[in-house]
């Protein structure tokens, strides 16, 4: 089947699982009390802290609210509001050039030759979209935002659900069945595929040192790198 659109995962497929959980996840934690105190009055950062208050039976302190939030990184759950609140403190981070974000080279070689070739290409992760954007603008291979077209987040579903799949090929205006799905989730590939997404897995060393294969892959077809998804 042709492809009209590629959709592709951030973390475990364009980029190493161990730079966000090992510098992007610690920043935040670390940052998040200083975060608060400074910009806790501003309202799009009031609006993500009272979202958390008001699910933890309205929790009034800013104090526990932070709690909150450092045991949601530490469990890696995946809430709207962290994501959104991860996203602003990382905007700083990335700004004072404290770090920058890794990107596979294949990943970064293969995304511009599908650009180069017409193919619009979209992101689908479970980090906010400013923070995709930060991530993509700041990478190891330089600012790589021109190369996406749009951007998703959670906002539109659980990334392991059909129907988040379906939002994202009806807002690109593509029958699903022309978009390619890529991500290192073999439950996010299922839920791509029932909503009719053609799909590939992502298998890398570098995350997942046991490879895939067989049943593991739920007959998605699997590559270990960019350069061998093929179009």
Request: hydrophobic share 40%.
């Amino acid at each position: 089947m042709p492809i009209r659109a590629i959709l592709t995962d951030i973390e475990g497929t364009t980029s190493s699982i161990s730079f966000v959980k090992d510098v992007l996840f610690p920043y935040a934690r670390r940052a998040l009390p200083g975060f608060v105190r400074e910009h806790g009055h501003e309202p799009e950062v009031r609006r993500w802290l009272d979202v958390v208050a008001t699910e933890n039976g309205a929790v009034c302190s800013d104090d526990t609210i932070v709690e909150i939030l450092q045991g949601w990184i530490d469990e890696d759950r995946k809430h709207t509001a962290l994501k959104a609140l991860q996203g602003m403190i990382w905007r700083a981070g990335y700004r004072n050039a404290d770090f920058t974000a890794h990107i596979y080279p294949d990943a970064a070689a293969q995304l511009r030759e599908w650009h180069d070739a017409g193919i619009p290409l979209y992101v689908y992760s479970s980090g906010s979209v400013p923070a995709q954007k930060l991530f993509f603008g700041h990478s190891d291979a330089g600012d790589l935002t021109p190369l996406v077209s749009n951007w998703f987040d959670t906002e539109i579903g659980g990334k392991r659900e059909a129907a988040s799949y379906a939002r994202i090929a009806e807002a690109l205006a593509v029958a699903p069945g022309d978009v390619l799905f890529l991500s290192d989730v073999v439950e996010e590939l299922d839920a791509a595929r029932e909503a009719g997404m053609q799909t590939v897995l992502l298998d890398r060393r570098e995350d997942y040192p046991q490879p895939r294969t067989g049943e593991a892959t739920h007959g998605h077809r699997r590559v270990e790198s960019f350069a061998d998804v093929g179009i």
